[in-house]
């Protein structure tokens, strides 16, 4: 049986899968103390909404891709996390940039809609550069690929989350 509050947010979350695509993707962040069941809202989200393969076109489509931020964050280790969870080969000498595209290419091949970001606040970890690095990073990732951003985490990472949004309840319409 899921809260009024949970149900609440999963619907939130499933309506971004029917957003029409666009330049200024809508995203959420959700945030609130340790065992508050974020991470069940987060794994509900994605087990409702899991891979899935056509067997006539031989096309994978993940609409909903989860992972947890990195710790501390950096860039290379961003991308490093993103490419082992799309299951793609890491060649150890590859620059960011090849890695980015790496991850742009797949993640746009498989249809990703929702990037889903657990733990967050992992980014409060790093200096204010790599902070600033990531978030735009995020940014960029929900720009290029028309795709919406649902981020977890603690309540000390709502000025974190909030920098990427553009109002005050963690949205951006």
């Known amino acids: 049986m899921l809260y009024p509050r949970a149900k609440q947010a999963l619907d939130r979350l499933s309506r971004l899968l029917d957003h029409p ?8 962040a959700i945030y609130g103390d340790s065992g508050m069941g974020k991470t069940m809202i987060m794994s509900r989200f994605r087990d409702e909404h ?5 067997p006539l ?8 891709l ?8 950096g860039e290379r280790r961003f991308y490093a996390e993103l490419l082992t969870l799309l299951g793609a080969p890491q060649r150890p000498r590859a620059d960011i940039a090849q890695m980015e595209q790496a991850a ?3 993640m746009e091949a498989i249809g990703v809609q929702v ?8 980014i409060l970890a790093g200096t204010y ?8 990073t995020l940014r960029f990732l929900s720009n290029r690929l028309q795709i919406s951003l649902v981020c977890f985490g ?14 005050p309840d963690g949205s951006n319409s």
């Open 115 to 122: 990037l889903v970001i657990d733990e967050v606040h992992n």
């Open 21 to 28: 695509r666009g330049t200024r993707m809508p995203s959420i």
């Open 129 to 136: 550069r790599e902070q600033r690095i990531v978030l735009n």
């Open 104 to 106: 742009l290419r797949i």
């Open 154 to 167: 603690v309540n000390e990472a709502r000025e974190a989350i909030a920098a990427m949004s553009n109002s």
């Open 50 to 54: 899991p891979p899935s393969f056509n």
């Open 57 to 64: 076109t031989g096309t994978l489509k993940t609409p909903v």
């Open 66 to 73: 989860a992972m947890e931020m990195t710790s501390p964050p």
